[in-house]
């Protein structure tokens, strides 16, 4: 059976941003929600096509990861702070509502806290980038590939399609990018060692979803979040993993009303 | 064979006293619980190894190499500079290669400061290679792998000024920055030891040897392969200026013999099927970390990894790879083939290989220096004098 598009429902632009092909899902018209995607783009983004119903949704992909180049200049987290300001630029985007999901999580974190004035509603969905205390964070790097979809979900079947059935060379070769991209801007920390000193800057209205479930980045962590944005609100959704969104629709629907 | 042909023995040093359950770890590197390392059987074994390469020396090797791996039963070289020195005052005639620390595990400056001390200390006899490093030391070190191809050019680069320039200079680069390179000492030889790349085929590491004019040695690769990347290096060496010699393109062979074809098989077989299915034993995720390989060499290797997969397989493993086990003259026959093919004089002999027992690798080195050395040597001196006249 062929594996269903994950890109199916979307638009797709081709961007160049100071050199790098970027590539744009954008789905529905209104106001911009940027989602800002995690490590791996296999599983597609199906999941954020309720939100095309109000807002003009705006999928980039991070340079080094799906569609968009590769640009081995791009090292740290904060040089793709600054290609978003070059993307948004190019979009016309001024202000906007951002989603970040667990990398993209930490990404949309880091971006508001330095452009909070553009940043008008803020949610982060398991992200990653703290440093867990009591229950150490997972590391994804010191994981076997071949281990961690099962540790995404609760209900393997959501992402089964998604997954090749026997040994598939180019989709070891998309993941083994996309992991080197990572371990150019994560490998020494998992972690960013900065960002708790700074998270009181996310003085915008800001949502912390988590599934229950997270085997990856546990929900112990959503607390810690919190620690450091204390007027933040959590949403944590029973029988879901580390993809809440592709799990529940509640989710999806939870992100759609705190948007709005 | 032109000019002087060259033997070395090379020595992995393994741990080899692994626990009966061992083939339940899935490696032998990166993850093999250290708690099966018994000091005093590792005491024991330095002592045995460090007398094989004297040994080496006294019956007329040319060189002695060690190199470096972290984390694994397959080599306790952790630290090869360690052992150079310690075997330097009793090797009395050989090179001492040290093929080598990987540049990105240490700082620049100290290893040229290192290579220097061990170069006057042995009074020039050193020889060195500025390897990557395996996937697997990526998993040891804290070294990022996304960047270790980069992060090594500008670590040879250091090295190469540290020794070829007057200090102190400076250098300003992307991972280090140096206000005054100026080591002490300097290295012996001038304007520095040898050096050699030694790699797996990567386009990228050939680039990096045609470059400086380096020598070059595939590791792992078969003999077609091993063909084509001596063929590929000489001729992006000479394309950056630099002619290649035969001598610096040593030919890494396993070699054992025995008195009969059927003897030396019994004897050695046993400790090559352990270095090919137990030493080296890891997993694909260990030998290419993320950022490692290109993405199209990831795929290269994984459709090869599946071709070889199927245990240990002595016929194939003969075919594939430069395997030379049988009587002196049938070693002799095949070493002056490959010489000849690959375009070396430079054997790089694998002849302690595994588990290989001590009486083994005494006997092994022994008709070496007996009955193939010379000849070798004999006949490729008479092809000169014919030459010449």
């Known amino acids: 059976m062929a594996r269903p598009d994950p890109l199916a429902g979307f638009e797709r632009e081709i961007h160049t941003v100071n050199g790098v092909k970027t590539v744009v899902l954008t789905a529905g018209r209104g106001e911009p929600l940027v989602f800002l995607h995690g490590a791996g783009t296999w599983h597609g983004f199906k999941f954020a096509l309720p939100w095309a119903e109000k807002y003009r949704v705006i999928i980039p992909f991070h340079p080094g990861f799906g569609e968009s180049g590769d640009d081995p200049g791009l090292s740290d987290m904060h040089d793709y702070v600054l290609h978003y300001l070059d993307l948004f630029d190019a979009l016309g985007i001024d202000k906007l509502r951002l989603v970040g999901f667990s990398l993209g999580g930490l990404l949309a974190a880091k971006f508001a806290m330095e452009h909070g004035r553009r940043v008008e509603r803020l949610v982060l969905v398991g992200p990653a980038g703290l440093r867990g205390q009591a229950r150490p964070t997972s590391d994804v790097l010191s994981l076997p590939p071949e281990q961690i979809p099962a540790m995404l979900v609760t209900n393997f079947d959501v992402i089964k399609p998604y997954l090749p059935e026997g040994p598939d060379l180019d989709f070891m070769g998309d993941r083994y990018r996309e992991g080197g991209t990572l371990a150019r801007l994560l490998w020494e920390h998992p972690y960013d060692l900065k960002i708790s000193r700074h998270l009181h800057r996310l003085t915008m209205p800001t949502l912390l979803v988590w599934g229950e479930d997270d085997r990856l980045i546990p929900v112990q962590m959503a607390e810690i979040w919190r620690r450091f944005i204390p007027k933040a609100d959590i949403q944590i959704f029973k029988g879901a993993g580390h993809l809440v969104l592709d799990e529940k629709r509640e989710a999806v629907d939870a992100v759609q009303r705190f948007l709005t | 064979m032109s000019g ?272 090919f299915e137990d030493a080296l034993r890891t997993t694909p995720r260990f030998l290419s970390p993320p950022g490692y390989l290109s993405v199209d060499q990831l795929k290269k290797r994984a459709a090869l990894a599946d071709k070889l997969h199927g245990g240990f397989n002595f016929e194939a493993i003969n075919e594939s790879f430069f395997v030379a086990v049988g009587t002196a003259d049938q070693v002799v026959e095949k070493l002056e083939e490959w010489g000849e093919a690959m375009g070396t004089n430079h054997f790089h002999i694998l002849g302690a290989i595994g588990n290989m027992t001590h009486w083994k690798v005494v006997k092994n080195l022994s008709l070496l220096a007996q009955d193939v050395i010379p000849r070798m040597r004999a006949r490729a001196g008479a092809e000169r004098r014919v030459a010449a006249e």
């Open chain 2, 4 to 275: 002087n042909v060259r033997f070395n023995l090379m020595h992995f040093m393994p741990y080899v006293h692994l626990p009966e359950n061992h083939k339940e770890f899935h490696s032998l590197w990166v993850d093999f619980p250290n708690k099966y390392y018994d000091p005093k059987r590792g005491h024991k074994l330095y002592q045995q190894y460090i007398a094989e390469l004297v040994l080496a020396d006294r019956l007329g090797f040319d060189a002695v190499v060690v190199n470096e791996h972290h984390n694994t039963a397959y080599s306790m070289m952790a630290a090869p500079n360690l052992i150079a020195a310690t075997i330097i005052p009793q090797i009395k005639n050989a090179k001492i290669c040290v093929w080598g620390t990987p540049p990105n595990l240490e700082y620049p400056n100290r290893l040229a400061e290192e290579y220097a001390m061990l170069d006057v200390l042995s009074q020039g006899r050193l020889e060195v290679a500025f390897p990557l490093g395996t996937g697997m030391e990526y998993w040891a070190n804290p070294i990022n792998p996304a960047t270790a191809r980069e992060r090594h050019e500008e670590s040879i680069d250091i090295i190469l000024q540290a020794w070829t320039q007057d200090g102190p200079t400076s250098y300003y680069g992307n991972f280090y920055t140096y206000r005054y390179l100026n080591p002490w000492p300097r290295p012996y030889q001038k304007p520095h030891p040898p050096c050699y790349i030694v790699g797996t085929g990567s386009p990228e590491t050939i680039a990096l040897a045609a470059k400086y004019g380096f020598g070059y040695s595939s590791v792992f690769v078969t003999k077609q392969r091993a063909l084509e990347l001596n063929q590929q290096l000489r001729r992006a060496a000479a394309e950056k200026g630099h002619h290649i010699r035969p001598e610096q393109l040593p030919l890494g062979v396993i070699v054992y013999i025995a008195e009969s074809k059927e003897k030396a098989e019994e004897e050695a077989i046993p400790h090559i099927r352990y270095f």
